[in-house]
């Protein structure tokens, strides 16, 4: 008697017409999560080699000049513009001038990288990239 | 059965994933202490009085020595080159005349003691980190 109750559920139930539009609904999402996480690597990747570049360079001029100033910050965000990053929220520090040969100088840069993944869900996190590199200064000071 | 498998296995991958990680940590390390070893090997050869004449001769003994005392205590090894995590730890470094344009090479070998390479039987994973630095001082 209950079996014959529900006869259209039983049909609904064992029909499976629907199947494959599901698979790839679940697809398509995977492979969009997987396509933003990529592209998340590639921007800290980018973030963190472009910083690390323009740090290099400065470290250079700063052991020749043994120290870190004004006019080495303007070398500083002159390369990073250069290289395409937007020097408004970069940050950086480096060991003041002048220090005697042989000793340490130091230029730390920081730079917050902001998710792209989460952009289309209105959401905005953000995380700093933080370089630092040490070297020797060259220059005798009399 | 399957359960002790399947956390051996776990264990395993961890293991292996610790590993990963100390060897890339422990070659950034390395890869900053040769870049101070350079930098040591500059300042410690090069002669503030030559250069002062317009001449760059870097004194191998004398670079060599700060460069060792550098790189020694950047990565706190003992000695014999070694600490807890690095075994065989060997630095050369080769300073090129080439005139007024004197560069120095550094390459760093080391053997990384790892979990995953106890377990087999081995000393540790080899790693070797190299660097260049061209002298970049201004004539006065």
């Not at chain 1, 959401?123 to 009399?142: D, H, K, N, P």
């Not at chain 2, 776990?10 to 610790?18: E, F, S, T, V």
């Not at chain 2, 317009?54 to 550098?70: M, N, S």
């Amino acid at each position: 008697m209950s079996k014959n109750r529900f006869p259209h559920i039983k049909e609904l139930l064992g029909n499976q017409a629907g199947e494959g539009l599901i698979t790839a609904f679940y697809t398509i999402l995977l492979l969009t999560m997987i396509f933003f996480v990529g592209i998340d690597i590639a921007g800290y990747t980018g973030t963190v080699w472009k910083l690390r570049n323009a740090c290099s360079e400065t470290l250079t001029l700063m052991k020749m000049e043994n120290g870190f100033d004004s006019s080495t910050e303007q070398v500083f965000y002159q390369f990073l513009q250069n290289q395409g990053l937007d020097i408004s929220k970069v940050q950086v520090s480096g060991t003041p001038k002048t220090v005697q040969r042989g000793e340490m100088v130091r230029i730390v840069a920081t730079a917050p990288y902001v998710l792209r993944a989460l952009r289309p869900f209105n959401l905005e996190l953000s995380f700093q990239v933080r370089v630092e590199m040490i070297g020797l200064a060259q220059e005798f000071v009399r | 059965m399957k359960v002790p498998a399947w956390m051996m296995f776990g264990l395993l991958l961890a293991m292996l994933l610790m590993d990963v990680t100390t060897i890339m940590v422990v070659r950034s390390h390395m890869l900053r202490a040769t870049e101070m070893a350079l930098d040591a090997a500059l300042v410690g050869g090069v002669n503030q009085s030559d250069r002062g004449r317009g001449r760059l001769y870097i004194d191998e003994g004398k670079g060599y020595d700060l460069a060792y005392t550098y790189f020694k205590s950047s990565l706190q090894l003992d000695s014999n080159l070694e600490n807890n995590f690095l075994k065989k730890t060997r630095l050369r470094i080769q300073f090129i005349q080439n005139g007024e344009k004197p560069k120095v090479t550094a390459e760093v070998s080391t053997v990384v003691t790892a979990m995953t390479t106890k377990i087999l039987g081995l000393e540790g994973v080899p790693v070797t980190v190299r660097g260049n630095r061209n002298y970049v001082g201004k004539f006065k």
